[in-house]
């Protein structure tokens, strides 16, 4: 008996191994097959995940981002033990002892799961797992990723240890908002650190995991409430917090900046305007910095960026642009409006036309003498209109435009006619129509007038200023509005720069052994292209006859310039323009030397800093300096050593000495002597009417054929400013748009602030040379002690022996004293170029092909 008992007790203890043995080599067998070709878990030690690139002011100032995901990277030591203890009592309260699966979740879910007939499945991941899931493997539900999701599991348990696996975990989940990681999502939610939360808060963020969008803050409030309310009782539980602790945060309200329980952190960021996205749009371009190949790379890299831009000069450079082209547009007498509208249906309750309105796409980064509101006409009375203004509260009497406010202007309609003047607000408004609005306030105190009607400007510009020595650029208005029209016109748009490209020819003349006291006569040219007959003219359509250099770019003379292109020749001037930076190939046609051939705006205000530093080179940028995610430099623009920033000895109150390693583009003594002629055009030239500044002023204006572009580039001795304005379809703005009248204004208002904070002196005078006085009207020599106001001194080399009283025209030299006709000095002439060589000045070859233009 015993026996068989033991027998039979054998038997099934034998069946009962060898069933367990079955079950775990069947269980083996599963896992081998499942843990074949895995992705490999080590290449989580290296994982760089994509996180936010941030650009910085020069003073430190967060001004912009930019990302596909919206992730802040936190260390784990930087992630506080509390933020973590949320997450691990919401997802995973035996993290810290498991090895990558917790048998016992799963055993409860698949018995819940089974007791509901598959009505009631809930995970058993660990935060382990959720790793390989998010990192690894596909998001689907199948028996066959949980198998190779537990595999993976327990091979990163052994390679990573549990802090390097939650820093994994908390920086990449998404937490809804655009939000990864826990870092981004605490600034989303609450516009705080993650040092900052409170218990309930960081409750808040653990219980959104599970699902963001079933916990969104406004239209699932209650839900999210009871899920965090369960996260802190967890935390209770696991003993992360006390009972009294958990009263206290059970009983705070569920607050968020989506509630508008706190402000955004985008509120402290400015619009983003042209300045931060042309930095986007120059390190998206391959191989500019190491590292950043393309567009992907610079959203996803992490970099900190340090811009140039000064943030206060910034608002002066937009102001002074938007309130030129504003300007320009009224005196137009067009109303345009917005030409967008919305339902009358929905103007009957405030909410539903404050929703709608806010749907609408209009600009809301305008600022000019105030902030400019989008609003909608809710009422056309018999002469007013009643608006609605968004995040501006209906008055008891509600807001008002009134008739007087709209009888400048005549309405464009869609057809493309003019209306008469309007005489009340409904020949212009249209019921449900969208427009812009400012306060109109009054000038002596600042109270309120009344609302006003806006509209953005049809005529477009751009402005650009940087420092003359780094090419730092300081400010740069690319348009009347970023959120209307995204388009560069100071980087981007290709225009014709006019007068503003001869003091290229005049470089190049002065290189070559021409003299600001050179005489060259301005009699009428025609030419024949094959166009037809060219006949370039002076913008006043008169001849001047013979006059020195400084007349011809002071007076903007057209046709003495032409003359002293084809003396120097085409080739010649092209190579200036090209080394300068203005153009990449000019072509070698005669017209161009009037600024026929398109360029940037950014282009010549760089080329002009070559002209006020003393003639070398300047790179400008936008970037002083690039940091990779670990805060290692990878780009510096300025490459100058600094002799004794580190001296003890340096004295105080002085800087210290930067020794430059730029190249020398053109001969400190030409680039002083064009500086000298640029003056005049600011004292008593074209630009002497508009620009006003309590410093030395240098510059230059440009305004093309039926004022299609007009431009105004000028300088100090520590800042170039440049402003363009006109069409982006290039069309006749009027008899009255030129450089001096549009763009002179504009850099006169940024430049007035500019030489307040930066200062400004003398232009430096270059050794080598000598001050002779001359005629500026006749160019002859006078003695040291005249004086008036033809009298200006003029700076010349040492050793070059000035020649006076010689005209040339066309390549004819002529005595000052003969007619125009007479020929004399056929041969040209020999002088001493800057180099030091000898060179003929005179006739050059011929014309060569010449394009129709005639700009002035």
């Known amino acids: 008996m015993l026996r068989f008992v033991a027998s039979f007790f054998g038997a099934i203890f034998s069946l009962l191994t060898l069933g367990i043995a079955a079950v775990a080599l069947s269980i083996g067998a599963v896992f081998w097959v499942y843990g074949r070709d895995l992705p490999s878990h080590e290449s989580l030690a290296q994982y760089k995940p994509p996180t936010i690139s941030r650009i910085y002011s020069g003073e430190g100032h967060l001004i912009d981002e930019f990302a596909r995901e919206r992730r802040l990277y936190a260390p ?32 409860v879910a698949a018995f819940e799961a089974v007791k509901s007939r598959g009505q009631n499945v809930r995970g058993a991941s660990t935060i382990t797992q959720q790793v390989m899931k998010n990192f690894l493997l596909s998001g689907d539900r199948r028996i066959e990723r949980k198998i190779k999701e537990i595999i993976l599991a327990t091979r990163l348990e052994e390679t990573l240890d549990k802090d390097q696996i939650l820093e994994l975990y908390m920086n990449e989940i998404f937490l809804g908002q655009n939000s990864y990681g826990v870092a981004a999502a605490a600034q989303t939610y609450f516009n705080k650190t993650l040092a900052e939360l409170a218990p309930h808060e960081a409750a808040f963020l653990a219980s959104l ?23 802190l009782r967890e935390m209770r539980e696991n003993g992360y ?18 509630n508008g329980d706190f402000p955004s ?47 206060e000069m910034q608002v002066v450079a937009a102001r002074a642009l938007r309130a030129k082209l504003e300007q320009y547009d009224r005196g137009t007498g067009i109303w345009r409006g917005t030409r967008k509208s919305i339902p009358v249906e929905a103007l009957g309750d405030e909410a539903s036309w404050r929703e709608a309105l806010g749907d ?29 203004i968004e995040g501006v509260d209906e008055d008891a009497d509600g807001h008002w435009i009134p008739a007087k406010d709209v009888q400048w202007a005549r309405k464009l309609g869609k057809d493309g006619r003019l209306s008469s003047r309007a005489k009340v607000a409904a020949d212009l408004l249209e019921l449900g129509e969208v427009v812009l609005v400012r306060r109109m306030t009054d000038d002596k105190d600042g109270s309120f007038i009344r609302w006003t009607l806006r509209q953005v400007p049809r005529v477009q510009g751009g402005f650009v200023a940087m420092d003359v020595n780094s090419g730092r650029v300081l400010a740069m208005q690319g348009g009347f509005s970023y959120q209307s029209s995204v388009f560069n016109r100071a980087t981007q748009a290709m225009r014709q720069p006019g007068s503003s490209f001869k003091p290229f020819v005049y470089a190049a003349a002065l290189d070559s052994g021409y003299t600001p006291a050179t005489i060259v006569v301005d009699a009428p040219i025609e030419i024949n292209t094959p166009q037809g007959l060219w006949r370039p003219k002076n913008a006043s359509n008169k001849f001047y006859g013979p006059a020195p250099l400084r007349t011809g770019i002071e007076r903007s003379r057209n046709l003495m310039t032409i003359r002293l292109a084809q003396e120097v020749g085409m080739p010649v001037v092209a190579g200036y323009a090209e080394r300068f930076g203005v153009y990449d190939r000019m072509k070698p046609f005669l017209a161009n030397a009037l600024g026929s ?56 109150g002085w800087g210290p000495r930067i020794e430059t390693n730029r190249e020398q583009v053109m001969d400190a003594i030409t680039a002083y002597q064009l500086t000298s002629m640029m003056k005049g055009v600011v004292e008593r030239g074209t630009a002497s009417g508009a620009v ?12 093309t054929n039926d004022a299609r572009d007009v431009w105004f580039i000028g300088f100090t001795s520590n800042i170039v400013a440049g402003c363009y304005i006109g069409y982006d379809q290039p069309r006749p703005m009027g008899r009255s748009a030129y450089g001096s009248s549009m763009c002179g204004p504009v850099f006169q208002n940024f430049m007035k602030k500019a030489v307040a904070k930066y200062g400004g002196g003398p232009f430096d005078v270059p050794p080598g040379g000598h001050f002779i006085k001359i005629n500026r009207f006749t160019g002859a020599r006078l003695p040291d002690n005249a004086s008036g106001p033809n009298v200006v001194a003029e700076y010349f080399r040492d050793g070059a022996d000035p020649v006076f009283g010689v005209a040339f025209d066309g390549g004819f030299a002529m005595g000052s004293n003969l007619p125009l006709v007479e020929e004399a000095r056929a041969g040209g002439q020999q002088v001493t170029t800057s180099t030091g060589k000898k060179a003929v000045v005179g006739p050059k070859a011929t014309f060569g092909t010449v394009t129709s233009g005639g700009l002035y």
Not at 85 to 107: L, M, P, V, W
Not at 218 to 228: D, F, M
Request: aromatic fraction near 8%.
């Open 360 to 388: 609408v796409d209009v600009p809301r980064d305008i600022v000019l003498e105030d902030e400019w509101h989008p609003a909608v006409v809710l009422e056309l009375g018999a002469s007013d209109a009643r608006i609605g």
């Open 265 to 311: 952190f985008r509120t402290a960021l400015p619009p983003r305007d042209y300045f931060t996205d042309e930095i986007r749009r120059q390190l998206s371009e391959s191989g500019r910095v190491p590292g950043i190949e393309d567009e992907d790379s610079f959203f996803t890299g992490g970099y900190t960026v340090r811009a140039t831009i000064d943030e």
């Open 241 to 258: 917090l006390s009972n009294e602790e958990y009263k206290v945060e059970v009983a705070a309200p569920l607050r968020s900046v989506q």
């Open 76 to 107: 784990a030591d930087e992630i506080p033990d509390l933020v973590k203890q949320a997450f691990i009592s919401a997802e995973d309260k035996n993290f810290y002892q498991h090895h990558g699966y917790d048998t016992r979740g799963i055993a």
């Open 692 to 703: 006003k500044l309590p410093v030395p002023t240098a510059g230059k204006t440009g305004t």
């Open 597 to 652: 051939q398109e360029t940037t705006l950014y282009k010549m205000v760089s080329a002009y800093a070559m002209f006020a530093n003393g003639g070398e080179r300047v790179e400008p940028t936008l970037v002083d300096r690039i940091q990779d995610r670990y805060g290692k430099t990878i780009y510096r623009h300025d490459e100058r050593a600094c002799v004794d920033c580190s001296s003890p000895a340096l004295t105080p």
């Open 209 to 231: 995991p599970k699902a963001p969008s079933d916990y969104h803050p406004v239209r699932q409030k209650e839900r999210l409430r009871a899920r965090r309310d369960f996260v």
